[in-house]
């Protein structure tokens, strides 16, 4: 029996159910970090030319993650608007 497939011990949710709220907010905690990360590459371009590249760089990653991030959500049936974990204890705990 996988992690995945275990049963929760009794009346609390799942690592699938928990992952169904957690991945959702992930995804919108990433586009928060991408938002701040390109003002910040903004005003640097004009100051360190090849640092803005190098975080260029880093924002494409972050976008590629919170595609995965929202595939894997999408797969397991999560709603984008499930991404308050303020009910399900913060970053959550497997």
């Known amino acids: 029996m996988t992690i995945l497939t275990k049963p929760a011990a009794s009346g609390e949710p799942g690592i699938v159910?928990?992952?169904k709220v957690l991945l959702p907010h992930w995804v919108e905690h990433n586009d928060q970090h991408l938002a701040e990360l390109r003002?910040?590459?903004?005003?640097?371009?004009d100051h360190a030319p090849l640092a803005a590249s190098m975080m260029d760089l880093a924002i494409t990653?972050?976008?590629e993650?919170?595609?995965?991030?929202?595939a894997a959500?999408?797969?397991l049936g999560a709603d984008a608007r499930d991404g308050?974990?303020?009910?399900?204890?913060?970053?959550?705990?497997?």
């Open 17 to 19: 159910d928990k992952l």
């Open 84 to 94: 308050d974990t303020s009910r399900h204890g913060g970053h959550g705990a497997v």
């Open 65 to 70: 993650a919170g595609r995965a991030l929202a």
């Open 39 to 45: 003002r910040w590459r903004r005003a640097l371009r």
């Open 73 to 75: 959500g999408d797969e």
């Open 61 to 63: 990653q972050l976008e």
